[in-house]
């Protein structure tokens, strides 16, 4: 019941933490109330991009002469979601929790509370309870689940989650969606193509954190599809009828009917039931976290939790710099938390990538001209039409898109790009490497991309930024 280090939270990030740690020779116990895996596994990233990425292979053939003349048919749903349940291994952990074994974790399974400092109870199904200690650190990876907005009849309306979108076992045949961040582009994107006929509340615009053009883009695209996007609408009202029909009333007088209602409009953190009263903290809210993702002493917060960036990728980066940084304590060597130290979480600042993988899908790492500029930076924005590059051409027939890249003038390095087109997802990671290295544009030039691929962008980029 002794263990060197307690992780509340066996999500894709606690799993890490407790991984490093345990290669680091120091023990470690998670306590899990759900699946061993965490959301991403089961209701997020991996179930989601399930569902879009049959769609978005037939688009593609589609988009081929040659190609398309076999692409006949329609898509198979039920393939589809045959699919998405096998990337969501069937809601079952086994497959994580035996990998947990083998790494040498010790797995509790209940729901975990804070009793006291370095203190974790662990109360099971059966309401039995262990009580955990932590030697080192107890590490809060307890993520964010589905925020619901206080909409009159909402509640009342059982209305969906991500968790309902990503699980779903059979396409409705109207879908209402709130909210046109993330969650709700993608997943009209996905749920039009898989036959709903879809309608995208979209009170603050499509994707409005990303750069203007590519709202645009996916706006355009999304109503290609047939969803019908209703920029600036607002529900105001929600109400499921007797025959299970949702009503939906918006702030401008309509009234829209659908069979589910999805709402995602954000995220609100697992902190409620965690016992953080007991530290003095205030149950419900986002963790606060100093730069070494320490809460107060004993206590740190990693991924969703603490806010910083809630994305798989950036939750485990945090994961390995902070097991590292408390193997290091541990063995009293030195934690570098200074920028770009071995044990920093820098990118979580100003190098954060993300895909959406909408149709057309957005890459983007840093920051966007509007936020560069609010950031004081003295920048200069260079745009270029990615359908014009030769490898865009050849991938697709009437290949669309566009790219960004904002500059540091000062510095003269890259701060932020973004790109919106057919498959750019995988363009990304050179953009993060030149974000992250900042790398000198004099220096970019000697970067040759190879001909004739989409990554000839970067060389029209420089090309319009000029020498
Ligand atoms: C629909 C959707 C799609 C997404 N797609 C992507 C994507 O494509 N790429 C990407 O990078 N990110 C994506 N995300 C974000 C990603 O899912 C999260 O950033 C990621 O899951 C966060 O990991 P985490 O470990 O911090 O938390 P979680 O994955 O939420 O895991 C936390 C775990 O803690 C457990 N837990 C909570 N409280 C307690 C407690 N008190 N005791 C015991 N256990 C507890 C939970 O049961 C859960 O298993 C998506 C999110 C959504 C909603
Ligand atoms: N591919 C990916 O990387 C991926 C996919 C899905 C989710 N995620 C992550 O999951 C998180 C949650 O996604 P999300 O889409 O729920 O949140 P979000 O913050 O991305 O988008 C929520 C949207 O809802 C709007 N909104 C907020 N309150 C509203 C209200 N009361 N009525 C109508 N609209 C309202 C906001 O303007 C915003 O555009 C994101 O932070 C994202 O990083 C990532």
């Given at each position: 019941?002794?263990?060197?280090v307690?992780?509340i939270g066996a999500?894709?990030v606690?799993?890490n933490?407790?991984d490093r740690?345990?290669?680091?020779g120091?023990?470690?116990a998670?306590?899990?109330?759900?699946l061993?895996?965490g959301?991403?596994?089961?209701?997020?990233?991996m179930p989601?991009k399930?569902?879009?990425?049959s769609s978005?292979?037939?688009?593609?053939?589609r988009?081929?002469?040659?190609?398309?003349?076999?692409?006949?048919?329609?898509?198979?749903?039920a393939g589809?979601l045959?699919?998405?349940?096998?990337?969501?291994?069937?809601w079952?952990?086994?497959?994580?929790?035996s990998w947990?074994?083998?790494?040498?974790?010790a797995l509790y399974?209940?729901?975990g509370r804070?009793a006291?400092e370095?203190?974790?109870?662990?109360?099971?199904?059966?309401?039995?309870?262990?009580?955990?200690?932590?030697?080192q650190?107890v590490?809060?990876a307890?993520?964010?689940?589905?925020?619901l907005?206080?909409?009159p009849?909402?509640?009342e309306?059982e209305p969906?989650?991500?968790r309902?979108?990503?699980?779903a076992?059979?396409v409705p045949?109207?879908?209402v969606?709130?909210?046109?961040?993330?969650?709700?582009?993608e997943?009209a994107t996905?749920f039009a193509?898989?036959?709903?006929s879809v309608?995208?509340?979209?009170r603050?615009g499509?994707?409005?954190l990303?750069?203007?053009?590519?709202?645009e883009?996916?706006t355009?695209?999304?109503?290609?599809a047939?969803?019908?996007v209703?920029?600036?609408?607002?529900a105001v009202a929600?109400?499921?009828?007797?025959?299970?029909?949702?009503h939906?009333?918006t702030?401008d007088?309509?009234r829209?009917?659908a069979?589910?209602?999805l709402v995602?409009?954000g995220?609100?953190?697992?902190?409620l039931?965690?016992?953080?009263?007991?530290?003095?903290?205030?149950p419900?809210?986002w963790?606060t976290v100093?730069e070494?993702?320490r809460?107060?002493?004993?206590l740190?917060a990693?991924?969703d939790v603490?806010r910083r960036?809630?994305?798989?990728?950036?939750g485990?980066?945090q994961?390995r710099a902070?097991?590292?940084?408390?193997v290091?304590r541990?063995k009293?060597?030195?934690v570098?938390?200074g920028r770009?130290?071995?044990?920093?979480?820098?990118a979580?600042?100003?190098?954060?990538?993300q895909v959406?993988?909408?149709?057309?899908?957005?890459?983007?790492v840093?920051?966007?001209?509007?936020?560069?500029e609010?950031?004081?930076?003295?920048t200069?924005?260079?745009?270029?039409d990615?359908?014009a590059?030769?490898?865009?051409?050849?991938h697709?027939?009437?290949y669309?898109?566009h790219?960004?890249m904002?500059?540091?003038?000062?510095?003269?390095?890259i701060v932020?790009?973004t790109?919106?087109?057919?498959?750019?997802?995988e363009l990304i990671h050179?953009?993060t490497i030149?974000?992250?290295g900042e790398?000198?544009?004099?220096?970019?030039w000697h970067?040759?991309?190879?001909?004739p691929?989409?990554?000839?962008?970067?060389l029209r980029?420089l090309?319009?930024y000029?020498?």
């Amino acid at each position: 019941m002794e263990y060197d280090v307690i992780v509340i939270g066996a999500g894709p990030v606690g799993e890490n933490v407790a991984d490093r740690v345990v290669q680091g020779g120091l023990t470690a116990a998670v306590v899990e109330r759900e699946l061993v895996g965490g959301e991403c596994s089961y209701w997020a990233c991996m179930p989601t991009k399930a569902l879009l990425r049959s769609s978005s292979a037939l688009r593609a053939a589609r988009d081929l002469p040659g190609a398309r003349e076999a692409a006949v048919g329609d898509l198979d749903v039920a393939g589809v979601l045959a699919r998405r349940d096998s990337f969501a291994s069937n809601w079952k952990d086994d497959g994580q929790a035996s990998w947990l074994e083998s790494a040498g974790i010790a797995l509790y399974r209940g729901q975990g509370r804070i009793a006291g400092e370095r203190v974790v109870e662990v109360t099971g199904a059966d309401g039995t309870t262990s009580t955990l200690t932590a030697r080192q650190a107890v590490v809060v990876a307890t993520g964010s689940s589905a925020l619901l907005p206080d909409i009159p009849g909402l509640r009342e309306a059982e209305p969906w989650t991500s968790r309902d979108a990503a699980s779903a076992k059979a396409v409705p045949g109207r879908l209402v969606i709130l909210g046109a961040g993330v969650v709700g582009s993608e997943m009209a994107t996905a749920f039009a193509a898989l036959g709903s006929s879809v309608t995208l509340l979209a009170r603050d615009g499509v994707l409005p954190l990303a750069e203007p053009f590519v709202g645009e883009r996916v706006t355009e695209s999304l109503r290609k599809a047939g969803v019908s996007v209703r920029s600036g609408a607002e529900a105001v009202a929600v109400h499921r009828d007797s025959a299970g029909t949702v009503h939906v009333d918006t702030a401008d007088g309509e009234r829209i009917d659908a069979d589910e209602v999805l709402v995602a409009i954000g995220r609100t953190p697992n902190t409620l039931d965690l016992g953080l009263e007991n530290l003095g903290l205030t149950p419900g809210t986002w963790l606060t976290v100093d730069e070494s993702l320490r809460v107060v002493d004993g206590l740190y917060a990693a991924g969703d939790v603490n806010r910083r960036a809630l994305l798989t990728h950036q939750g485990k980066y945090q994961a390995r710099a902070l097991g590292d940084a408390i193997v290091a304590r541990a063995k009293g060597e030195p934690v570098e938390t200074g920028r770009w130290g071995r044990h920093a979480v820098t990118a979580d600042e100003r190098a954060v990538p993300q895909v959406v993988f909408t149709d057309p899908e957005v890459a983007s790492v840093g920051l966007t001209a509007a936020a560069a500029e609010a950031a004081g930076l003295r920048t200069r924005v260079v745009d270029y039409d990615l359908g014009a590059v030769a490898g865009a051409a050849l991938h697709a027939d009437g290949y669309q898109g566009h790219a960004r890249m904002v500059v540091d003038e000062d510095r003269r390095v890259i701060v932020g790009v973004t790109l919106v087109g057919p498959d750019v997802a995988e363009l990304i990671h050179a953009a993060t490497i030149a974000v992250v290295g900042e790398v000198p544009l004099d220096r970019l030039w000697h970067a040759v991309p190879a001909f004739p691929t989409v990554s000839e962008i970067w060389l029209r980029l420089l090309e319009a930024y000029g020498r």
